[in-house]
């Protein structure tokens, strides 16, 4: 339904990150590799950055396919960040919320992202609805499913759950009300990096120390992309990336705050770590979207 990226490590110029590697999100909004479900992806795109000093996120978002937006291309040749979070979208229903329904979502510190569908939409998640204070659900930046799904991870975040921990469970509530959705979603505050792989396809490429990718598919054929396992939670910092299983509903979730503070030479038994080559320069895609 979606495809998206989160990028931990050296400043960058977005445009390096999100559209020259040779299968770069610019090229899944019109022609993925491993999407299982959908073939397009170009009902809106966006991208979130963090400035450095700056812990709150700008973002550029449109409804439109990021391959035919000329800006985006000024835009990522000369803005520079060490942490991002994008997505390009293929819309689960259409409905008139436009950019406001494009990932990524934001609030306070987070950038937020949902590749999925909620099965029986809108009425499976109703009674989940209702927990979350009026305000919340008044606030909310668009009426789809992935924008409630965010309210339902926000409502945590504020509450005081770590972004692992607010992840796990809203996917875990999700799953219960609404059997048979895809729930891979994506969470960054720029430090660290949490997501899940629930119906749909999650990877991550990381150098230690250095720098972390977690993507829907590997933007490039580097063989140290590693694919997460379904049902898996993923916690991630520069210095490590931890999985957990999200298949038995009462098991311990790892903290994202623990990964960001594990060094590399004491990484835990449970956590992955391999060393990633730099990003190749991308090649002109080979074909071009239709219109």
Same mark, same amino acid.
């Given at each position: 339904?979606?495809?998206?990226?989160?990028?931990?490590? @050296?400043?960058? @110029?977005? #445009?390096? /990150?999100?559209?020259? @590697?040779?299968?770069?999100?610019?090229? %899944?909004?019109?022609?993925?590799?491993?999407?299982?479900?959908?073939?397009?992806?170009?009902?809106?795109?966006?991208?979130?950055?963090?400035?450095?000093?700056?812990?709150?996120?700008?973002?550029?978002?449109?409804?439109?396919? !990021?391959?035919?937006?000329?800006?985006?291309?000024?835009?990522?040749?000369?803005?520079?960040?060490?942490? /991002?979070?994008?997505?390009?979208?293929?819309?689960?229903?259409?409905?008139?919320?436009?950019?406001?329904?494009?990932?990524?979502?934001?609030?306070?510190?987070?950038?937020?992202?949902?590749?999925?569908? !909620?099965?029986?939409?809108?009425?499976?998640?109703?009674?989940?609805?209702?927990?979350?204070?009026?305000?919340?659900?008044?606030?909310?930046?668009? =009426?789809?499913?992935?924008?409630?799904?965010?309210?339902?991870?926000?409502?945590?975040?504020?509450?005081?759950?770590?972004? #692992? %921990?607010?992840?796990?469970?809203?996917?875990?509530?999700?799953?219960?009300?609404?059997?048979?959705?895809?729930?891979?979603?994506?969470?960054?505050?720029?430090?660290? !990096?949490?997501?899940?792989?629930?119906?749909?396809? /999650?990877?991550?490429?990381?150098?230690?120390?250095? =720098?972390?990718?977690?993507?829907?598919? @590997?933007?490039?054929?580097?063989?140290?992309? %590693?694919?997460?396992?379904?049902?898996?939670?993923?916690?991630?910092?520069?210095?490590?990336?931890?999985?957990?299983?999200?298949?038995? !509903?009462?098991?311990?979730?790892?903290?994202?705050?623990?990964?960001?503070?594990?060094?590399?030479?004491?990484?835990?038994?449970?956590?992955?770590?391999?060393?990633?080559?730099?990003?190749?320069?991308?090649?002109?895609?080979?074909?071009?979207?239709?219109?």
């Amino acid at each position: 339904m979606c495809r998206h990226l989160a990028y931990l490590g @050296p400043e960058e @110029p977005l #445009g390096r /990150l999100l559209v020259d @590697p040779a299968h770069s999100l610019y090229r %899944q909004s019109w022609a993925p590799r491993r999407q299982r479900y959908g073939t397009v992806n170009a009902d809106g795109f966006g991208v979130g950055w963090y400035a450095e000093g700056d812990p709150v996120p700008g973002r550029y978002r449109r409804t439109g396919p !990021i391959w035919g937006d000329r800006s985006f291309a000024d835009l990522g040749r000369v803005v520079r960040s060490g942490a /991002l979070l994008a997505a390009v979208r293929d819309a689960t229903l259409a409905g008139a919320d436009g950019e406001a329904a494009a990932a990524p979502f934001a609030a306070d510190t987070w950038l937020f992202s949902h590749n999925g569908a !909620i099965a029986g939409w809108p009425r499976s998640l109703a009674p989940l609805a209702g927990t979350l204070p009026a305000a919340e659900l008044l606030s909310m930046e668009a =009426r789809c499913d992935s924008a409630l799904v965010w309210a339902l991870v926000l409502n945590r975040l504020r509450g005081g759950d770590e972004e #692992g %921990q607010a992840l796990a469970d809203t996917v875990l509530d999700v799953a219960a009300a609404a059997p048979g959705s895809r729930l891979n979603l994506l969470l960054t505050n720029g430090e660290v !990096i949490a997501a899940t792989a629930w119906g749909d396809t /999650l990877w991550y490429l990381t150098e230690p120390g250095r =720098r972390t990718v977690v993507a829907s598919e @590997p933007y490039d054929d580097d063989p140290h992309w %590693q694919e997460v396992p379904d049902r898996t939670l993923l916690a991630a910092s520069r210095t490590d990336v931890l999985l957990t299983p999200l298949k038995d !509903i009462d098991a311990p979730v790892a903290s994202v705050a623990s990964v960001a503070n594990a060094s590399a030479p004491g990484t835990p038994a449970s956590s992955t770590s391999v060393p990633s080559t730099s990003v190749p320069s991308a090649s002109v895609p080979s074909k071009e979207p239709r219109t």
